[in-house]
T-cell receptor
Framework: QQQVKQSPQSLIVQKGGISIINCAYENTAFDYFPWYQQFPGKGPALLIAIRPDVSEKKEGRFTISFNKSAKQFSLHIMDSQPGDSATYFCAARLPGSARQLTFGSGTQLTVLP | GAVVSQHPSRVICKSGTSVKIECRSLDFQATTMFWYRQFPKKSLMLMATSNEGSKATYEQGVEKDKFLINHASLTLSTLTVTSAHPEDSSFYIC?????????????FGPGTRLTVL
């Protein structure tokens, strides 16, 4: 019930296209859903996050869509650029003092020039 | 966002030696820090949760006597890999959580690449 399932494992998109990464969860108690971007040899960086009381959040070219009833959330990268090529992780967190992140398996995004 | 640093960024050591990795929150106080391990092309695996001034909580399967964690202050946590072996070679990443508010953000360090010969 703690799992977060992420797909696809890898994604290739042309420059200017839309990249879409999906995640699904089981535990309805999760109350915080961040997305992290990781470049090779670097630590993950928080990209954007959403709470379950909101269906969509947009920051620049990055949008999270959240479907509470389906227990799914997705990251959309508009006008994808070669510099967006990285590994993306979705995550979910339970409320309370523990607040450990449960990570998805990651999606390696390649944006072709 | 808040900045978390790690030192060293990479270390190579001989089998049987111990290695210490430092994790610092540079511009905020972190009552809780986390240590992760990441294998190539894999997700982050939580090793332990470290709270300032108390013993770390280790995840199942992580040897607490091998991976010593000390969270001595609100800005510093250290991970010591004792008697390192080649199978301990990995990418170790710490993160620190800001305090205050219901949705505390978690920020990650740049990672430490450990290679045990």
């Amino acid at each position: 019930q703690q799992q977060v399932k992420q797909s696809p494992q890898s994604l290739i998109v042309q420059k200017g296209g839309i990249s879409i990464i999906n995640c699904a969860y089981e535990n309805t108690a999760f109350d915080y859903f961040p997305w992290y971007q990781q470049f090779p040899g670097k630590g993950p960086a928080l990209l954007i996050a959403i709470r379950p009381d909101v269906s969509e959040k947009k920051e620049g070219r990055f949008t999270i869509s959240f479907n509470k009833s389906a227990k799914q959330f997705s990251l959309h990268i508009m006008d994808s650029q070669p510099g967006d090529s990285a590994t993306y992780f979705c995550a979910a967190r339970l409320p309370g003092s523990a607040r450990q992140l449960t990570f998805g398996s990651g999606t390696q995004l390649t944006v072709l020039p | 966002g808040a900045v978390v640093s790690q030192h060293p960024s990479r270390v190579i050591c001989k089998s049987g030696t111990s290695v210490k990795i430092e994790c610092r929150s540079l511009d905020f106080q972190a009552t809780t820090m986390f240590w992760y391990r990441q294998f190539p092309k894999k997700s982050l695996m939580l090793m332990a949760t470290s709270n300032e001034g108390s013993k770390a909580t280790y995840e199942q399967g992580v040897e607490k006597d091998k991976f010593l964690i000390n969270h001595a202050s609100l800005t510093l946590s250290t991970l010591t890999v004792t008697s390192a072996h080649p199978e301990d070679s990995s990418f170790y990443i710490c993160s620190a959580r800001t305090s205050g508010g219901p949705y505390n953000e978690q920020f990650f360090g740049p990672g430490t690449r450990l290679t045990v010969l």
